[in-house]
């Protein structure tokens, strides 16, 4: 290296390094907080299509009663939503479900059945609840029951959540059983869902346990254990949610990283390679360079603006399923709710529905969300089973819903709130072929350091996924510009 080479590598590292992140949805948001803790010295600007932050997340209070656009709670389990917002300062504002109402029902035959107790996802922990379910035929039980003999699958091919759910606890139980539940958190399709993407523990438990009863049975042993040793037990329960609002997290998050950092109503168009920095563009053709770029923006968005730049990354990025859902919050006097139940939702097996995958009883989960003697109901519609739902008039939407829910609850009269919000294409599917699909997007990216993705399309759906996600993403840039 000659020695004016030399200088003019030291001038360009003295350069301050610059990082865009375009969508400032929770994905956007926390890879802005992770590279301002991590690496202040990077300028760092946020492009954002609306005209607010937080994505999907979003609150809305209707006349007394809080309405959970999309985001109702998170789980416990994945560290970095809790320690987020702990982090953020919002300790006070963290609130566990309502340990009254625990139980989750199953709609058959236009009826309620509660759950059998200890069912978890995919398989049962407890025999008696099994035993004494009015869900499941005498047949459904046997054949249930002979789960625990039936040997281990050989092949290591990723396998769909119905295949794998049928061979190990039969039709009777995935039919009226394990498909609404997995219905009601991934709106998905559970023939086309990858075990080995959506539910990896369950298939790690017949690899290591062969039994998914005799697994689960031990697992419960031990976090009894756990739990006895632990003087003052979970501090949270498995879910939580913010008591002012989930819309909260995003506001607080976009006031530390620093609001002056954040465009709304600005979207990304265009990338170009310009040597080593990206020459972006955005919607109006206005054109700025950065040292490194981050799409936290929906599959669509970032695939389209890579096209030119990144076509590998562009092609299989734009090969994500997604499918939508609408949300239709209703409110009821108590006094008009006939056949009221003591649980926290409900979930509808497709045969039974017609459009309805799930409900959550929002107020008994958390009470601080709607008036005293007053129910807010939270229903979810459309999924993968019917997509057409959430396109619907808003009038011919709202009474398909009121009337499943009256029939269901026994309701007599209007609701005193009705509040819709509606998010097509916003649930990213993860089908069979999945694992090969991320090996080769992270095979693709492999060849561009500079540029990183952040979502709920990469390593998982829920909230405190979505903010690993953008921690990596920040993780990987950081570490880029630093070795450059
Ligand atoms: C109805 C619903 C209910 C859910 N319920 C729960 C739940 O209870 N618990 C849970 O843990 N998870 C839940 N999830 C999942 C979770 O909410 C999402 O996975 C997560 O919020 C996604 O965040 P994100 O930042 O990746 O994406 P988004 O929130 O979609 O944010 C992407 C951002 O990119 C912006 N953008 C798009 N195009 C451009 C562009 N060209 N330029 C700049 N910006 C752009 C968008 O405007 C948006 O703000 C739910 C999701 C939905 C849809």
């Known amino acids: 290296m000659t020695s004016q080479q030399g200088t003019t590598s030291a001038v360009q590292n003295a350069r301050t390094r610059r990082i865009a992140i375009f969508g400032a949805g929770i994905s956007g948001l926390a890879s802005a907080w992770r590279l301002r803790e991590r690496a202040p010295e990077i300028e760092l600007e946020i492009w954002e299509k609306n005209e607010r932050v937080g994505g999907v997340i979003g609150t809305r209070i209707v006349d007394g009663f809080q309405c959970e656009l999309s985001v109702d709670n998170f789980i416990t389990t994945v560290p970095e939503g809790v320690e987020l917002c702990k982090a953020l300062g919002l300790q006070d504002e963290l609130m566990s479900t309502n340990n009254r109402f625990r139980r989750t029902f199953v709609v058959r035959n236009r009826r309620l059945y509660p759950l059998p107790d200890g069912f978890m996802t995919m398989a049962p922990t407890k025999l008696y609840p099994m035993l004494t379910t009015p869900l499941l035929s005498p047949f459904g039980k046997l054949r249930c029951g002979l789960e625990l003999l039936l040997p281990r699958r050989r092949s290591e091919e990723e396998e769909s959540l119905a295949a794998f759910a049928k061979r190990r606890l039969g039709k009777e139980a995935f039919d009226r059983i394990i498909e609404p539940l997995v219905g009601g958190i991934y709106g998905g399709d559970a023939s086309k869902l990858s075990l080995q993407a959506t539910l990896p523990r369950f298939a790690e438990m017949e690899r290591k346990d062969r039994s998914l009863i005799w697994a689960m049975a031990k697992s419960q042993r031990s976090a009894r254990r756990v739990k006895r040793e632990e003087e003052s037990g979970a501090r949270y329960s498995f879910f939580i949610t913010l008591r002012s609002g989930m819309n909260v997290l995003p506001e607080r998050l976009a006031d530390a990283v620093g ?170 599917q993860y089908y069979v072929g999945r694992l090969a699909w991320r090996r080769e997007l992270q095979e693709a990216l492999e060849r561009y350091r500079t540029l990183a993705l952040a979502g709920s399309s990469l390593d998982g759906v829920g909230l405190p996924a979505c903010v690993k996600s953008g921690y990596d993403a920040a993780d990987r840039l950081i570490a880029a510009l630093r070795t450059e």
């Not at 939407?397 to 829910?405: D, G, M």
């Open 259 to 428: 609001r002056e950092r954040i465009q709304t109503s600005r979207a990304v168009d265009k990338v170009e390679r310009d040597g080593d920095q990206w020459l972006v563009r955005d919607a109006q053709g206005r054109g700025e360079r950065f040292d490194a770029i981050l799409f936290a923006t929906d599959t669509d968005a970032a695939s389209d603006a890579l096209r030119a730049s990144a076509p590998e990354v562009a092609n299989l990025y734009g090969q994500t399923d997604r499918t939508g859902v609408a949300i239709v919050h209703l409110a009821y006097r108590n006094s008009q709710i006939g056949r009221p139940v003591q649980g926290m939702g409900f979930v509808v097996p497709t045969s039974e529905g017609n459009g309805v995958i799930a409900g959550s009883f929002s107020s008994y989960k958390y009470p601080t969300r709607a008036p005293e003697g007053t129910t807010l109901l939270r229903i979810f519609v459309g999924g993968s089973r019917a997509p057409e739902m959430v396109e619907l008039a808003e009038s011919e939407l709202v009474s398909r819903v009121e009337a499943e829910t009256r029939a269901l609850l026994d309701i007599s009269g209007g609701p005193l709130i009705v509040d819709v919000a509606r998010f097509p294409h916003a649930m990213p």
